[in-house]
T-cell receptor, first 115, second 113 residues
Framework: NAGVTQTPKFQVLKTGQSMTLQCAQD?????MSWYRQDPGMGLRLIHY???????DQGEVPNGYNVSRSTTEDFPLRLLSAAPSQTSVYFC??????????????FGPGTRLTVL | KQEVTQIPAALSVPEGENLVLNCSFT??????LQWFRQDPGKGLTSLLL?????REQTSGRLNASLDKSSGRSTLYIAASQPGDSATYLC????????????FGEGTQLTVNP
């Protein structure tokens, strides 16, 4: 098992550019999510998905889109990058959407800088 | 809105010392509380998960307790080692809001040889 993988590891964008952060898991997990981690603010939930074709907003969804066409993949799209989106982005997954006893698995992160 | 607070923000101890990290949360309507470890530049690794009906969980030198009614959890690390140096985060899974996790900001632990 590769677990949760993320690409790229590092990315520099100019304001206004768009890009997609990739996330994949090979554990057949129902639930996948995206977080951003900023100094002094901890990890905050951006979007999540409880299965293929089902997504919902988290705490800080503005400026981001997601889709889930397969169980394995959950890409995060930045529509028009802004300096406020400079952050470290983590993808995570767990087995079940309810997940009351499930361990959460995290990817290694993508460090994004928007100039 | 659920808020999770971790105290202290940073802790430095000599090798071999036993230590306690604290986590508090404002809404007791949770399914579980989880402790994670994060090494610099890396993702999070799950250490312990305590279900809301449980009082504690143990894994090796780690012991986590949960007092849901008072909104508190502690992570006890016995006989600390330099390899324990990392940031430790706690997170609560809310019983509302689609079972999402709310994280604290973490405690940065340094164990000095």
């Amino acid at each position: 098992n590769a677990g949760v993988t993320q690409t790229p590891k590092f990315q520099v964008l100019k304001t206004g550019q768009s890009m997609t952060l990739q996330c994949a898991q090979d554990m057949n997990h129902e639930y996948m999510s995206w977080y951003r981690q900023d100094p002094g603010m901890g990890l905050r939930l951006i979007h999540y998905s409880v299965g293929a074709g089902i997504t919902d907003q988290g705490e800080v969804p503005n400026g981001y889109n997601v889709s889930r066409s397969t169980t394995e993949d959950f890409p995060l799209r930045l529509l028009s990058a802004a300096p406020s989106q400079t952050s470290v982005y983590f993808c995570a997954s767990r087995l079940f959407k309810t997940g009351r006893t499930d361990t959460q698995y995290f990817g290694p992160g993508t460090r994004l800088t928007v100039l | 809105k659920q808020e999770v607070t971790q105290i202290p923000a940073a802790l430095s101890v000599p090798e071999g010392e036993n230590l306690v990290l604290n986590c508090s949360f404002t809404d007791s309507a949770i399914y579980n509380l989880q402790w994670f470890r994060q090494d610099p530049g890396k993702g999070l690794t799950s250490l312990l998960l305590i279900q809301s009906s449980q009082r504690e969980q143990t894994s090796g030198r780690l012991n986590a307790s949960l007092d849901k009614s008072s909104g508190r959890s502690t992570l006890y690390i016995a006989a600390s080692q330099p390899g324990d140096s990392a940031t430790y985060l706690c997170a609560v899974m809310e019983a509302t809001s689609g079972s999402r996790l709310t994280f604290g900001e973490g405690t940065q632990l340094t164990v000095n040889p």
